[in-house]
């Protein structure tokens, strides 16, 4: 029988709760710094603009642009530019709100998994100073939004709700109360007739009046999921989807947690409901831009596609994916004990895998498993496979495909430290000893966290995340009508920075189309800029603009940290 005792249906007690909010407001002083002080990763600066094009008007079906990634977050920064005007931090605001609100579920979701608000406070704690969390916040990526969704719908298909029972539900099990009282009485007197009797007639009322699952719901054994709740799963598992498709990944998780939480399978029709409900608004918007479904197909094209890793890829990439693993927590203490986490419920899967191969019989804890050891084991398992998914297919190793395991790292770290904590109180002596190994991992967290929010990391968000595109575009915003700007590499930010300045952006694929262009058009005063970045990468450009009797002066003023702007002349 499933066991439904991590389905809470009281509520968390007041100190649980302060816990939650206190937490909240430390997520939110943690991450309030980057909403002014970053700039623009290319990425983010793409997603603005289009925004930008919603937001005015120019464009609000993005007819002119080529979108690869499901519509909601830009639609979603498209309402705050009305109300904040043309500023950086307008299309940050969808996932600052949305990395605030995603510690506080969280919370929830641990405590209707587990039941224990330690557990969910500190889960919300190492998620709220995870260094990685807070530099992804303020950002104008679709990762931070799509977790936030994605947490969101393992809350709500993780609850449940006991069904008030009926007068007649309540008279029926009262009947059928009496009945088996009155035959095992009759059973304990030897008394054979009278079982006989008192049994046949507590058969009867018992098939004509209730079927299993309704005397299960009587007797309080067997959560009823409401249909308004399962088909909210549904609806943010598809605003899931309606922020970034990666949201398939999460499929299997979302089903496991559904399994464990005893849904069945009109439970499940349900919430199939509430996700075609939003997935085809999606649909249906690609379907009037562009007249086919083309977003899946756009978004395979602008990385490559899907395929396996070649060998001579696999050892590099696994080495890449731990340099960026790092930078969830960034100390080797807590990365370690967040390695301990996962790996402990692999090992129990382990043993019993080989306990059932080679003795053809499981542990005996394996039949008395809780079902908080399984939401361990799921956790994990789902974590592995994540990682070996991202590993052995040739994707890019970017950092935000890890953004999204941050609170289930979060989850499986509370759990051991709470598990820990109980046994070492339990062992006589050890106490002082936790107390300095919490101090000090306290303090590490805080260090991190706060190097985090300062922008310290090479991942997320940053300062100089623009290469100081910022810089550039100041320096142009006055220049005259009809100016310039020859580019190859940062049209992304050029497209959003100088949005409604004079200055036209013209994009050259090769260095010999420069020089065609600058020779057809060089007799007028039209002032001509060209942006080169300062890795190396510029001199075929150099050496042709130079050979065809033009020269490149720098503009001192309007240095980037790694790109350098040239008037033409």
């Not at 009587?218 to 999921?225: D, E, Y």
Request: with cysteine; charged share 15%; glycine share 8%.
């Amino acid at each position: 029988m499933t066991n439904y005792t991590f389905l809470r249906t009281r509520r968390m007690s007041w100190r649980g709760k302060i816990g939650l909010i206190g937490v909240g407001w430390l997520t939110a002083v943690f991450r309030f710094h980057g909403l002014f002080a970053n700039r623009f990763h290319a990425d983010e600066a793409l997603f603005a603009t289009w925004a930008r094009l919603i937001a005015v008007w120019r464009d609000p079906l993005l007819l002119t642009q080529a979108v690869d990634k499901p519509p909601l977050l830009f639609y979603l920064q498209a309402l705050f530019y009305p109300l904040q005007g043309p500023v950086a931090w307008a299309a940050r605001l969808p996932n600052f709100i949305a990395s605030i609100l995603l510690v506080p579920l969280l919370g929830m979701l641990v405590w209707r998994w587990y039941g224990d608000e330690k557990t969910a406070v500190l889960a919300a704690f190492f998620l709220a100073l995870s260094p990685f969390a807070i530099q992804f916040s303020a950002t104008a990526f679709t990762d931070p939004l799509l977790v936030m969704w994605l947490v969101a719908a393992l809350v709500v298909a993780s609850s449940s709700r006991i069904k008030p029972q009926s007068n007649k539900q309540r008279q029926v099990f009262e009947i059928n109360k009496r009945n088996w009282l009155s035959w095992h009485h009759a059973y304990a007197r030897k008394d054979i007739l009278q079982t006989f009797v008192v049994g046949k007639r507590y058969l009867r009322s018992f098939v004509h009046s209730l079927n299993p699952a309704q005397l299960a719901q009587c007797a309080g054994r067997c959560p009823t999921f409401t249909e308004g709740r399962l088909a909210l799963a549904g609806v943010l598992f598809g605003l899931a989807l309606a922020t970034k498709y990666q949201a398939w990944l999460f499929l299997p998780l979302l089903v496991g947690a559904a399994w464990l939480a005893g849904w069945r399978w009109r439970d499940g029709l349900r919430f199939v409901g509430g996700l075609l409900a939003v997935f085809s608004m999606v649909l249906l918007w690609d379907f009037v831009r562009t007249g086919q479904f083309s977003l899946w197909g756009a978004q395979m094209g602008s990385f490559g596609g899907i395929r396996l890793s070649w060998s001579w890829e696999i050892w590099p990439r696994l080495h890449a994916w731990a340099q960026m693993w790092r930078w969830l927590w960034v100390s080797p203490m807590v990365m370690g004990f967040m390695a301990v986490a996962v790996g402990w419920p692999l090992v129990c899967i382990l043993c019993a895998m080989f306990r059932k191969l080679c003795f053809n019989r499981l542990p005996l804890a394996a039949h008395r498993a809780r079902i908080t050891d399984l939401l361990d084991q799921m956790l994990a398992l789902f974590i592995f496979g994540y990682a070996l998914v991202h590993w052995l297919l040739a994707v890019p190793v970017w950092d935000r495909y890890l953004l999204a395991l941050a609170p289930l790292l979060a989850i499986l770290g509370a759990r051991l430290m709470v598990n820990g904590s109980l046994f070492i109180v339990k062992t006589p002596g050890r106490r002082s000893g936790a107390w300095l190994v919490g101090g000090v991992l306290l303090l590490v967290l805080l260090t991190a966290a706060w190097q985090g929010r300062n922008g310290r990391f090479p991942v997320g968000g940053g300062s100089g995340a623009d290469g100081g595109a910022a810089e550039i575009a100041a320096y142009l915003y006055d220049a005259p009508y009809g100016t310039v700007l020859y580019d190859h590499w940062f049209s992304w930010q050029w497209n959003y920075y100088l949005f409604d300045r004079g200055v036209y952006v013209n994009w050259v694929p090769q260095p010999a189309m420069l020089v065609e262009d600058l020779t057809v058009f060089s007799g007028d005063d039209t002032l001509r800029f060209i942006v080169l970045p300062d890795d190396g990468s510029e001199r075929p450009f150099m050496r042709e603009v130079e050979a065809a009797g033009f020269s490149l002066t720098p503009i001192p003023e309007a240095g980037g940290a790694r790109m350098v702007l040239y008037q033409i002349e």
